[in-house]
């Protein structure tokens, strides 16, 4: 199993708060912190990053001994992160129809990269199969209600999702997707679900939340290979 904290932007614009939510996201058992790269980020915008501030958080990252990714949004931000050789890559569903060129560039460095499907609405597959390329079920709603869960793969196995990029609230969904398959659930990441500085707090795990997600999640998906 692979748990994904999705922090992205819920810094607020406050950068010096991203030293506690990686803190907060490594004691909750991620193996990932996740932030946004490119989205939201022209200067005065509220995920403005600079080079500078891409160092402190690589280093942040690397001080709680949790792997760094980011959802690179635009070509030029790609070219930013290049010097750090990161292990790995996700791709927003947006930046699938936004970017293509980049996101095959990307792809052809045979990095693992993640891709969320929530916009995609093409038919099969945008960039076909790769070793390197594990697609993620989504929904692009925010917060996700239950009912619209319904085409959830009953056997993710059978499909070509490798897991779930989750925005529903709480983790029932998530602990679902893991029973029936899922083997990576990418999970948004907050302090505090009643900030309203941005919608993605209300669809976000606490850190407890986070923790019994990832707790439980690792025993279910143990059960399921023992009984493979």
Same mark, same amino acid.
């Given at each position: 199993?692979?748990?994904?904290?999705?922090?992205?932007?819920? !810094?607020?614009?406050?950068? +010096?708060?991203?030293?506690?939510?990686?803190?907060?996201?490594?004691?909750?058992?991620?193996?990932?912190?996740?932030?946004?790269?490119?989205?939201?980020?022209?200067?005065?915008?509220?995920? !403005?990053?600079?080079?500078?501030?891409?160092?402190?958080?690589?280093?942040?990252?690397?001080?709680?001994?949790?792997?760094?990714? $980011?959802?690179?949004?635009?070509?030029?931000?790609?070219?930013?992160?290049?010097?750090?050789?990161?292990?790995?890559?996700?791709?927003?569903?947006?930046?699938?129809?936004?970017?293509?060129?980049?996101?095959?560039?990307?792809?052809?460095?045979?990095?693992?990269? $993640?891709?969320?499907?929530? $916009?995609?609405?093409?038919?099969?597959?945008?960039?076909?199969?790769?070793?390197?390329?594990?697609?993620?079920?989504?929904?692009?709603?925010?917060?996700?209600?239950?009912?619209?869960?319904?085409?959830?793969?009953?056997?993710?196995?059978?499909?070509?999702?490798?897991?779930?990029?989750?925005?529903?609230?709480?983790?029932?969904?998530?602990?679902?997707?893991?029973?029936? +398959?899922?083997?990576?659930?990418?999970?948004?990441?907050?302090?505090?679900?009643?900030?309203?500085?941005?919608?993605?707090?209300?669809?976000?795990?606490?850190?407890?939340?986070?923790?019994?997600?990832?707790?439980?999640?690792?025993?279910?998906?143990?059960?399921?290979?023992?009984?493979?």
């Amino acid at each position: 199993m692979l748990f994904i904290a999705e922090i992205g932007l819920n !810094h607020n614009g406050n950068f +010096g708060l991203i030293h506690e939510l990686v803190r907060q996201a490594k004691f909750s058992g991620a193996d990932i912190a996740k932030f946004q790269l490119g989205w939201r980020a022209a200067e005065g915008e509220m995920n !403005h990053i600079t080079p500078e501030i891409l160092e402190t958080m690589v280093k942040i990252c690397a001080h709680y001994e949790i792997e760094p990714m $980011f959802s690179i949004f635009r070509p030029e931000f790609y070219e930013m992160a290049k010097p750090y050789n990161f292990s790995r890559y996700k791709i927003a569903s947006r930046t699938v129809k936004e970017e293509p060129a980049m996101v095959a560039e990307l792809l052809d460095e045979g990095k693992e990269t $993640f891709i969320s499907l929530g $916009f995609w609405d093409g038919e099969g597959l945008p960039f076909g199969e790769r070793d390197n390329l594990k697609y993620l079920w989504c929904k692009a709603l925010y917060p996700t209600p239950p009912w619209e869960l319904a085409d959830m793969p009953k056997d993710f196995d059978a499909t070509p999702y490798a897991g779930f990029s989750d925005h529903t609230v709480g983790i029932e969904a998530a602990l679902l997707a893991i029973a029936r +398959g899922a083997r990576v659930i990418e999970k948004h990441f907050t302090l505090d679900k009643s900030d309203v500085t941005i919608r993605d707090h209300a669809l976000s795990a606490t850190p407890e939340e986070f923790g019994q997600m990832v707790s439980l999640g690792r025993a279910m998906r143990k059960n399921l290979d023992l009984g493979a």
